[in-house]
């Protein structure tokens, strides 16, 4: 009989010797991870459908019912499959861009200019030159920015709107790579700087934060800041603020390695998140002539509970010191968040036997190729199925090539299966290649000789 477990018996991935089997992660969204395995090969990455679905829906309403005019640009860095996007902008989200790789599959995925944040330390001339024609909308980042969009300007003949990147000191270490600094009165300066030139408007001001932020007091003090130098930027007239963007790094539910409690009950509701922003900014937004634009750039928060890594098991050994490992087929070239965070993993199919503590890890040949350390498993043998959960943010965008082509992404929709990006083949991995023909393998060499002589003679028909 089935037997379900807690909520930190899920998280946790189990209980010590004779805890009850296992009951968890036997599907995706009712899909058998057998199924999925046996359809499609392992490893594999299996995408919800209706988690991306819920999630952006429960993150807008939680903002527009507060503040509705907001926007959620979602952050493609994060997890820049074209069918997860694709869903995404499907339940309205925009796009937010770090690179003109990533302008041109948001353009590719249908998103008009005005639709699409281009944010980032380092925006090459032509993408800068592209982004101001299409009307995308640019947060500088540096004053050499600022000196090639004035050149922008006059290519295009035409004044350029802008915003520009903030950092403050809300946090330790401080995100302070990144933009100008409020604090010391570089934002302001730059402000009057773009007030003086002929060629540049002020239309917003963005700031993101960090990352995994799970203490909303940042966010609180973070858009109390922008706004503070919204109202000096207008009473001084140095632009006109259209937008505030408060960036990305909300969190999500999986588990900081250095953390005691799981994920699940530390990070914040998307309301705290949206109580903690939209309280002060609604204070304030009578003290401006406009209500700003209110954008946000999740990624994690978003796309991360949506994926799973489906794993097969190849081997189990005892190492000297009389650990367990557990081998699987897919490592850190595809989990590369298990160096930080501590993901739920559970059995693909309920198992009756005693747990024991494990050791997972993957196939590379690199020592620190471990997917969970210690964990609680059943009983599991070659080709049993493992499930990392929360595993949509920083995988595929951070996957690598590394021994193994990377495996194929699908999604469940509804009860049915799509492939939202092919596995990789070893051609996929070396058609880039070039191979001058002093370093031709011999064989090689010979055989495109005897080719040519072949067909010189009149006998190399049939082949090409």
């Given amino acids: 009989m089935r037997r379900e477990l807690g909520s930190l018996t899920k998280q946790w991935g189990g209980g010590g010797p004779g805890a009850p089997p296992i009951a968890v992660g036997e599907a995706v969204d009712g899909v058998s991870a057998q199924s999925l395995k046996t359809k499609y090969g392992s490893p594999l990455y299996v995408v919800s459908e209706a988690t991306l679905r819920k999630n952006l829906r429960g993150f807008l309403s939680a903002f527009r019912s507060r503040y509705p005019e907001t926007v959620l640009a979602y952050s493609y860095k994060t997890n820049y499959v074209s069918g997860i996007c694709a869903t995404l902008h499907q339940e309205g989200a925009w796009a937010e861009v770090v690179s003109g790789f990533e302008l041109e599959r948001a353009r590719a995925l249908g998103m008009p200019g005005s639709q699409i944040v281009y944010n980032g330390p380092y925006k090459p001339f032509d993408h800068l030159l592209e982004a101001a024609r299409l009307g995308v909308r640019i947060n500088v980042d540096n004053l050499e920015e600022l000196a090639d969009l004035e050149e922008v300007s006059r290519q295009l003949k035409r004044p350029v709107k802008i915003g520009i990147r903030v950092n403050m000191r809300l946090n330790d270490p401080p995100w302070d790579k990144f933009g100008f600094n409020m604090e010391s009165g570089q934002a302001l300066e730059v402000c009057r700087r773009i007030h003086g030139s002929k060629l540049l408007r002020l239309a917003g001001l963005h700031l993101h934060a960090g990352t995994y932020l799970a203490n909303v007091e940042i966010y609180k003090r973070a858009i109390t800041g922008l706004l503070d130098l919204a109202m000096t930027v207008e009473a001084q007239r140095l632009g006109d603020i ?51 634009l209110l954008i946000l ?86 080709g049993s199925i ?66 040519k002589t072949a067909r010189a003679n009149g006998n190399g028909r049939g082949h090409s």
Avoid: W
């Fill in 242 to 292: 259209e937008y505030v963007d408060l960036g990305g790094g909300y969190a999500s539910r999986n588990t900081i390695l250095s953390q005691l409690l799981p994920g699940e009950m530390t990070a914040p509701s998307y309301a705290e998140y949206a109580e903690a922003i939209s309280a002060p900014l609604k204070a304030c937004v009578k003290r401006l002539p406009r209500r700003p």
């Fill in 297 to 382: 750039e999740p990624g994690r928060a978003i796309v991360d509970d949506a994926v799973t890594l489906l794993v097969s098991v190849v081997a189990v050994k005892k190492t000297p010191d009389g650990r367990t490992l557990v081998v699987v087929d897919g490592g850190v070239n595809l989990l590369p968040t298990a160096y930080y965070f501590r993901h739920d993993v559970v059995a693909g199919r309920e198992v009756e036997g005693d747990s024991a503590r494990v050791d997972i890890v993957g196939p590379l040949c690199m020592q620190i190729d471990v997917l969970r350390r210690d964990v609680s498993l059943p009983p599991v043998s070659r």
């Fill in 386 to 451: 493992l499930l990392f959960r929360n595993a949509g943010a920083y995988t595929v965008s951070n996957s690598m090539q590394f021994i193994y082509p990377r495996p194929p992404v699908v999604v469940v929709s509804g009860r049915e299966t799509h492939v939202l990006r092919r596995g990789e083949r070893t051609e996929d991995l070396v058609r880039l290649d070039e191979m001058p023909a002093h370093l031709a393998p011999r064989s090689a060499a010979s055989s495109r000789n005897g080719h």
